[in-house]
């Protein structure tokens, strides 16, 4: 068995919702136990530009916290990768994060990647990641914080989003935010759209996997 | 049990040689088996822009065939990715480069990523791929042609460039040739090095078991 830390950045008190990735990487890689933690003073999650910035430092603190206390890799499970670079040098573990992780298993899967996200603009890395395969990102309308994601209007809009990327041609839906892995929306949104699907939260345990196996 | 195809670039009758990388993948992700198919016309492989070039069609070809015959997704076992693209808009499963898929792995890995490669100049896809972690690149004197770097004078190459991309400051290592694959030199690179090491036919099958597994 491996230890895998993982930096929620949605601060809540609720143990069940605090865990439910950890819950889900545990599922799918039975060899993989997961600690996690999340940061601090982010109660509506990291859903904008202030509330990305407000976290790199916290996110440092997390990684740093979860490696010294014997996680061999550190997941930060945020489709934005707040903090994830910068943590890549402040401890000697792996750091894998969520948004990269679900464009290299993304740009694998085809050739016209329709990106769902929470942000305003996607992130630079994911656009970086994706290369010649990126074909357009949508942030779903009324979606404005992670908790809005995680109800019943969520999952409409986050399907809609799906729906309107298949009909501008996408092959590939990337769900760029961790929220939708809250939300476990991976197979309603496979059968949905009949396109291939990637998961947050999945594609960040599967890079975790190999970091610790190999 | 998910029925994976797999490419290779280089022409050979040798049964085993030809089967090794397929071997590797069952090997390690239990799950999967691979049926191997190699290009003609090819029997030093992948190693200049020349051989490259020729290679892409021969690969569409191949992926092709392998998809037609019940390949649920298919790996081009070359890391510098010929016919990747242009294979994904031919077939409707999945389609896995090396190359992309070595790189996604390292940047999940460190950021300084040094690689090892046979090429000339390492692959531009590559490149984007590992965006802000690229360290270096390095093609290991006196191997020109793929079968060159599987003898005991290539294991040596390919160490001591390894050794030059520590001493640069590398803190991870990706291989990127499936000869070295072949070479089976992950673990020694690893124990030679004291860093993170990716082989590009482990990771092209990692992103082979997410595409058939979720």
């Given at each position: ?16 919702l ?34 990305f ?16 206390e ?10 934005s ?24 298993v ?14 305003p ?14 074909l ?19 999952r409409?809009?986050?399907?809609e989003a799906g ?24 197979q309603?949104?496979k059968?949905?759209?009949g ?8 594609a960040?345990g ?8 190999f």
């Open positions: 068995m491996a230890r895998i830390g993982l930096v929620r950045v949605l601060t809540t008190n609720d143990i069940h605090l865990n439910i990735h950890g819950a889900m990487i545990e599922a799918f890689y039975p060899t993989l136990t997961v600690s996690t933690r999340s940061i601090p003073d982010h109660p509506d999650g990291v859903y904008d530009w202030e509330t910035k407000s976290a790199v430092p916290l996110v440092i603190d997390a990684v740093k916290g979860l490696a010294s014997g996680s061999e890799c550190v997941i930060v499970s945020c489709a990768d707040p903090g994830v670079l910068e943590s890549r040098s402040a401890v000697s573990v792996p750091v894998i994060g969520a948004g990269e992780a679900t464009g290299a993304a740009a694998s899967l085809g050739t016209k990647v329709g990106v769902i996200g929470i942000l603009e996607m992130p630079e890395r994911l656009r970086e990641i994706l290369g010649p395969s990126f357009a990102y949508i942030k779903p309308p009324r979606i404005n914080r992670t908790l809005d994601m995680i109800t019943p209007e969520g409409i809009a986050v399907l729906m309107v990327l298949k009909n501008m041609g996408a092959d590939v839906i990337a769900l760029a935010c961790t929220a939708m892995s809250t939300l476990g929306i991976l309603e949104m059968a949905t759209t396109l291939r699907v990637v998961d947050p939260v999945l960040a599967l890079l975790a996997y190999h970091a610790v196996t």
